[in-house]
């Protein structure tokens, strides 16, 4: 099963809830980030909170993209930057979703030093995640364009992919999912639309397993018994067979199988 879904950002604010897009999506995924200035009854979290408690009221799943920037000199700015747009997802929000990093900036050269960047920053999401029971690894938004281009090929290992791929159709994009790329978002008009596998969201619980046939186990069950039972009994015909034991035994089991099952047919 496939659900449908947008991301959005603080540049929406809050029109986009008027969209029909949004009014017939299963999931949102918003950006955590610093909401523009100035932003009117700023609270921590700014739009990334008024968005997330948003998709809740409106009965969606819902779960947080960080944007990965490249422009910072060492690792420890890298991961304080990512660890200080965390800190806006709101304690008071449940995401039923993996985090996940977009990777897309092109304002820094390619290669080794982008390829740490995002370990650095997945590091810091990796023990967010696990510090707010989110236990399914951070996954990466990117696009084969970025890859190739940017990070010379080069994918995080364990990884989940969410793809961008523009060329695909809203059905395309739906066949075209897989466990290590469950995402795939197809279009931007008017707003980002995605592709998930219902698998993705942890709410949605695997339908329960048929109850066992505990009346055909049970049958089952005085079926041997009654055949033992049977055995003993021909077995104490037997020359030197000590006869009131096995009777014994035989009257227990008989006794047993009425008052726990029923008397036999």
């Known amino acids: 099963m496939t659900l449908y879904g947008l991301d959005i950002s603080n540049h929406q604010q ?18 955590a980030i610093d909401p523009p200035q100035p932003y009117t009854g700023w609270e921590r979290g700014g739009y990334t909170a008024e968005q997330l408690r948003a998709g809740v009221a409106d009965n969606k799943h819902v779960g947080v993209y960080v944007w990965l920037w490249n422009s910072f000199s060492t690792s420890a700015a890298t991961q304080a930057d990512i660890a200080a ?32 960047d995002v370990l650095d920053a997945l590091e810091v999401m990796d023990q967010w995640s696990v510090e707010h029971g989110i236990m399914p ?13 940017y990070m010379d090929a080069w994918f995080p290992p364990d990884r989940v992919y969410w793809q961008a791929n523009y060329a695909l159709t809203h059905d395309e994009a739906s066949a075209a999912l897989l466990p290590m790329r469950p995402c795939i978002q197809y279009t931007s008009d008017p707003i ?39 055995r003993l009994l021909t077995e104490a015909q037997r020359p030197n067979v000590r006869k009131t034991v096995v009777r014994d035994i035989v009257k ?14």
């Open 192 to 230: 980002d639309q995605n592709a998930m596998l219902t698998s993705e969201v942890f709410s949605i619980m695997p339908q329960p397993a048929p109850e066992p046939d505990c009346a055909g186990l049970i049958n089952g069950l005085a079926y041997v018994a009654d055949d033992l039972g049977d």
């Open 85 to 116: 747009r965390l800190a806006l997802i709101p304690d008071d929000v449940y995401l039923d979703m993996r985090l996940w990093l977009d990777m897309e900036d092109t304002t820094q050269d390619h290669g080794p030093p982008r390829q740490q």
């Open 137 to 149: 690894k951070p996954g990466v938004y990117s696009g084969d364009w970025y890859l190739r281009g």
């Open 252 to 265: 227990e089991m008989q006794r047993v199988r009425t008052e726990q099952i029923g008397p036999r047919p």
């Open 14 to 31: 809050m029109t986009y809830r008027a969209l029909p897009e949004y009014q017939a999506a299963d999931f949102v995924i918003v950006q």
